[in-house]
């Protein structure tokens, strides 16, 4: 079955750039199926989305986030990443990948996530 | 708006059955997803679209929609479905995604 990994930096310094990688394994990240996310939760606090991206590169960002957020794939590697700049101790948070999927039962369509990494923790400090 | 809104906190007594809801604009095009988290762990897939569960996902957890309003319903909830449970939905445009503020649940 698919699986998600999260991978980079556990501490940043205020003012850099948080990066992080999503590899998947078990499943393909080239179906045009299924949109790649990061969500982040921050400590003691609810999800939050933060973007997502297809295999053709298309991206969309939550907007309260947008101005700093890049997120990109590389299909040969079968891993996408999240680069957010000048962090600030704000952005200290568990951050998750997840596929995300989409669905349809009339009159509704829905998503889901599904699966998650086992989340990865970034601090920011000095 | 373009908001999910649950309530903060939810408790049961154990083998009875209650209610989480999440109310938005969005839940009127996009049905709720569900996620069930537990201390130290990351979101599990509870129930999504009009009534699927994952494998492992037990049947006494079931969905449903009126309006602005969907909820998650436990039919006899049990010690272990203690934990935060989350809807998602997309938000109106169908480009952007939604998160409820969490709903914790106490099992008494």
């Known amino acids: 079955q698919v699986q998600l990994q999260e991978s980079g930096p556990g501490l940043v310094k205020p003012s850099q750039t948080l990066s992080l990688t999503c590899t998947v394994s078990?499943?393909?990240?080239?179906?045009?199926?299924?949109?790649w996310t990061w969500i982040r939760q921050h400590p003691g606090k609810g999800l939050e989305w933060i973007g997502n991206?297809?295999?053709?590169?298309?991206?969309y960002y939550n907007p309260s986030l947008k101005s700093r957020v890049t997120i990109s794939v590389d299909t040969a590697k079968k891993q996408f990443s999240l680069m957010l700049t000048s962090v600030t101790v704000a952005d200290t948070a568990v951050y998750y990948c997840?596929?995300?999927?989409?669905?349809?039962?009339?009159?509704?369509?829905?998503?889901?996530?599904?699966?998650w990494g086992q989340g990865t923790l970034v601090i920011v400090s000095s | 708006s373009s908001e999910l809104t649950q309530d903060p906190a939810v408790s049961v007594a154990l083998g009875q059955t209650v209610k989480i809801t999440c109310q938005g604009d969005?839940?009127?095009?996009?049905?709720a997803t569900w996620y069930q988290q537990k201390p130290g762990q990351a979101p599990v897939l509870v129930v999504f679209?009009?009534?699927n569960r994952p494998s492992g996902i037990p049947d006494r957890f079931s969905v449903s929609t009126s309006g602005n309003t969907a909820s998650l319903t436990i039919t006899g909830a049990q010690a272990e479905d203690e934990a935060v449970y989350y809807c998602?939905?997309?938000?109106?445009?169908?480009?952007?995604?939604?998160f409820g503020g969490g709903t914790e649940l106490t099992v008494l």
């Open positions: 969005s839940l009127r095009l996009y049905s």
């Open positions: 679209g009009k009534d």
């Open positions: 997840a596929r995300d999927r989409t669905g349809h039962y009339p009159p509704y369509a829905y998503n889901w996530f599904d699966p």
């Open positions: 991206i297809f295999y053709s590169g298309t991206t």
């Open positions: 998602n939905s997309r938000d109106i445009t169908g480009n952007q995604v939604l």
């Open positions: 078990g499943g393909s990240i080239s179906s045009a199926d299924y949109y």
